[in-house]
């Protein structure tokens, strides 16, 4: 079975752009979360997506919005980017929503100038 | 509010020591906690998988212990070697059905 695949793996944006991230979880898998990963902060937890509904979301500013398809591929998008929002952004899918085990992606390395 | 934290923050040991890793909690209304690996640069590995009703789980050479009435988690390994160096981090699921990462303690073996 394939694992978690993110793309793109490596991102450059200036100040004020927009990004999009992507995440494809294991074939099955129905739950997909991000997190974003800072020397600062540690990991913290972006949202979480079950069956195309946003079912929790972490405490970060409504410029970071995601959505999920139908084929449970999720979208991450961050706006009007930030020096700040430089960071590791990881993705974790797992069978169902709930208490069940996380599996992660590589991430996404973005870095804004 | 639930928060994480892990002690030691980094540790070095001689190849063949065996080892024990912290993970505290504030928060005992737990669904489950996670222990992961993390190598420079990459994803996190998921190494063992704790429910709330459970006291342990072991997989080879890993062995972890969940306290819940204490608040911690203790994750031994056992006869390390350099390819265990790596980041481990901690991660418990709230009742919220929030997951809320520790800090992480970077771990170096040396051959």
């Known amino acids: 079975k394939a694992g978690v695949t993110q793309t793109p793996r490596y991102l450059i944006k200036t100040r004020g752009q927009q990004v999009t991230l992507s995440c494809s979880p294991i074939?099955?898998?129905?739950?997909v979360s991000w997190y974003q990963q800072t020397p600062g902060q540690g990991l913290q937890f972006l949202f979480e997506?079950?069956?195309?509904?946003?079912?929790n979301k972490g405490n970060f500013p409504g410029r970071f919005s995601g959505r999920q398809f139908s084929n449970s591929r999720s979208e991450m998008n961050v706006s009007t980017l930030e020096l700040g929002d430089s960071a590791l952004y990881l993705c974790?899918?797992?069978?169902?929503?709930?208490?069940?085990?996380?599996?992660f992606g590589p991430g996404t390395r973005l870095t804004v100038l | 509010k639930q928060e994480v934290t892990q002690i030691p923050a980094a540790l070095s040991v001689p190849e063949g020591e065996n080892l024990v890793l912290n993970c505290s909690f504030t928060?005992?209304?737990?669904?489950?906690l996670q222990w992961f690996r993390q190598d420079p640069g990459k994803g996190l590995t998921s190494l063992l998988l704790?429910?709330?009703?459970?006291r342990e789980q072991t997989s080879g050479r890993l062995n972890a212990s969940l306290d819940k009435s204490s608040g911690r988690s203790t994750l031994y390994i056992a006869a390390s070697q350099p390819g265990d160096s790596a980041t481990y981090l901690c991660?418990?699921?709230?009742?919220?059905?929030?997951?809320?990462f520790g800090p992480g303690t970077s771990l170096s073996v040396i051959p």
């Open positions: 974790a899918s797992s069978s169902r929503a709930g208490s069940n085990e996380q599996f």
């Open positions: 074939s099955g898998h129905r739950s």
């Open positions: 997506y079950f069956s195309e509904t946003q079912r």
């Open positions: 928060d005992s209304a737990i669904y489950n």
């Open positions: 704790i429910q709330s009703s459970q």
């Open positions: 991660a418990v699921k709230t009742s919220y059905d929030k997951v809320i």
